[in-house]
Every structure is written in C-alpha cells, then in structure tokens.
C-alpha cells in the first residue's frame, strides 16, 4: 500500500490496527500522523487518547501492555512509539532489553480499541527481521521517502495554490535552490512569501532573492551553477557574499569540491543507466540534487570533472601550507575554469 492508498482508506474509515512509518521525509510522516489524529479522534478526546512512547527508554513490552489495556474515557486511542530501532539493522534500543515476541503475539489479535503507529526515520528497514515481515502481513508499512525532482516541484506549486498565490514561471526552481529541499522549510518560505504577496498575487523571481536567504551549500550550489552555465560574473558575485559572511575561504573550497564530486558521480552513475532514483540512494543525496547535478553534468566532459577535482586538490594543499594567499587561490580557481 502507497501513502495516497491509506489515506484514502482511513478517511472511508479503513484503519489497521498497526502502522510502521519510516523514511527520512519527517514532515510527511508528521502530515500523516496529523490526519490520524484528526480522522480517528474528536478534539475533546485528545488528552486521554494519545499516548507516546520511545523505545530508547521504555520496553517494547510495555508498549504492548498499553496497546491491551482498555482506554479511559474515550472509545479508542492512538499509540505512537518513536525510536523504533527493533524494524532497522545494527543495535535496538541501546541497553533497553525488548521483547520482539511480545509484538508479535500482539500482532496475531490486535485490540481494536488500540492502533499503534511506530515511526522509524530511516531510510530502510531490515526486510530479513521477523517482525518487519509480521508487521508487513498484520499492519500497514508506508514509506516516506524524499520527493523526487518533479515530485518537488510539483509540490510547491500546489502548496502555493492552496495559500491563494501564484508562482510566476521558473520560481518554483530558484525557491529550491534557495532554501534548499527539506519540506519544512520550504514551507516556512512559502508561508512567508504568500503572506508577503497577499491573496492572489504573484511570486516572482525577485520576490524570492529579496525574502529567501541561502545558507552557505545552497549559495556553493548557485555558485557552481553559474560557473556550469560560464557566468563568471554571478559566480564571483556569490564568491564576495559568502567572505562578507565571514565564511571561511578552505570552507567554501571543500564545499565547491564536494559538489564537483557529486556532478562526477552523477555523470558516471547516469552513464551506466542508474535512474534518478537509485542514484540519489547510491550516494546518499535528495533527488532534486540529483536531478541539478545531472543538467549541470551535461555541460561537463568527464576528463574536464576530473581535471577540476585535481586543480581543486592542489589548491587546498596549497592554501593549508600557506603557498598562496586563500582568497586569492580561490579568484585564481574560478577566473581559470572559463578558460
């Protein structure tokens, strides 16, 4: 079952007696316990029919003793257990002792006055555990995993829409590379973007330059866009904003290499038909990175990628040794690159 799936379904009133939500997108995950809440729950109720718990503190046992006991005061209550480490590969809970098998009764005849939501912010599940393949048969497994390139920019646009405003085109994208791709903040931006454009207006280009402000990685990402794209200038602009800011110049320096690197392994990973998908899993980055790395990769031959991450290992032996003064290396590196 997809997200779109349950929702649905516990909206028509089809609720399972056990979730396990996991991935790395929080605010999803967030978003979907909310409709939990406000589907199964009157507002009234809430005190007395949520109950949290964390396997880093409290036996997984104990959580299944909650899950029997019969609720007071209300019809039904809704568990919520963080930390749930028992579905993941490595250590679970620390130098907390529990006892899988007591889920696993449990998940043989749930109570029905009783649904248990395990949140695991992970990027995977251990499919060999048992309890995973028990939870998988008895319960709803949902995966929340970060939106893809498109994906993205298609929620933007529609959370926008539903704040009353208008992206004017390209927006969506330069907002992106602005705050970044973590949903939260994107929606904080909007937030404050709709309320600065007021009902029925427009978001420009310039809207978002003025009110969104980039951290440090996102100004190295639009730094090296520009350089991708031989726009010296604004690359230089970048370079300038970020020592104003009191970055450190072997900072900035690693960060460049860092994103060259990325657009090398892109390439390559693309070159040997990797989808956007699996190539973000591979290297452990947000597709929307992925997606900017390949169009910037494109502009790059493999040997001139290359030749970048050397002069940039040059460079940083040389601005840690002291051969060249930081400042004037990094100018050096970037005048060079359009040549």
């Not at 009157?42 to 949520?50: H, L, M, S, T, V």
């Not at 010296?232 to 104003?244: H, S």
Request: glycine content about 6%; overall charge neutral; aromatic content about 8%.
């Amino acid at each position: 079952m997809d997200i779109k799936t349950a929702t649905k379904a516990i909206k028509h009133g089809d609720v399972s007696p056990v979730y396990l939500l996991y991935g790395l997108e929080k605010y999803q995950i967030k978003k979907f316990t909310s409709l939990l809440e406000e589907q199964l729950l009157q507002k009234e109720d809430r005190d007395f029919a949520i109950v949290n718990y964390d396997l880093a503190d409290t036996p997984l046992q104990v959580v299944i003793e909650e899950a029997e006991t019969v609720p007071f005061m209300v019809p039904r209550k809704l568990i919520f257990v963080r930390d749930a480490s028992v579905f993941t590969a490595g250590k679970e809970g620390g130098k907390i002792e529990h006892r899988i098998e007591a889920l696993l009764e449990y998940l043989k005849n749930p109570a029905e006055y009783s649904i248990l939501i395990f949140l695991v912010y992970n990027e995977k599940l251990d499919e060999r555990k048992k309890v995973v393949k028990a939870l998988k048969a008895a319960g709803v497994v949902l995966a929340f995993a970060p939106l893809g390139g498109e994906e993205l920019l298609g929620w933007v646009t529609k959370e926008t829409k539903q704040r009353g405003c208008v992206l004017a085109p390209g927006t969506a994208e330069a907002l992106i590379r602005n705050a970044g791709t973590q949903l939260q903040t994107l929606t904080a931006e909007l937030d404050k973007l709709c309320l600065y454009a007021g009902e029925g207006g427009t978001i420009d280009l310039d809207t978002v330059e003025q009110l969104v402000a980039r951290s440090t990685e996102q100004n190295v990402f639009a730094l090296v866009e520009n350089i991708a794209n031989l726009r010296l200038e604004q690359a230089l602009g970048i370079f300038y904003e970020l020592l104003k800011q009191r970055e450190e110049p072997i900072k900035i320096a690693a960060l460049i290499t860092r994103q060259f690197r990325i657009i090398l392994q892109v390439k390559e990973l693309a070159g040997q038909s990797y989808s956007q998908q699996q190539i973000a899993s591979q290297l452990g980055l947000h597709p929307y990175a992925v997606k900017i790395a390949g169009e910037q990769a494109r502009k790059f031959k493999s040997g001139d990628l290359r030749g970048i991450l050397n002069r940039l290992a040059d460079l940083d032996f040389q601005m840690k040794t002291g051969r060249i003064e930081k400042v004037l290396g990094l100018e050096l590196f970037l005048l060079r690159l359009q040549n």
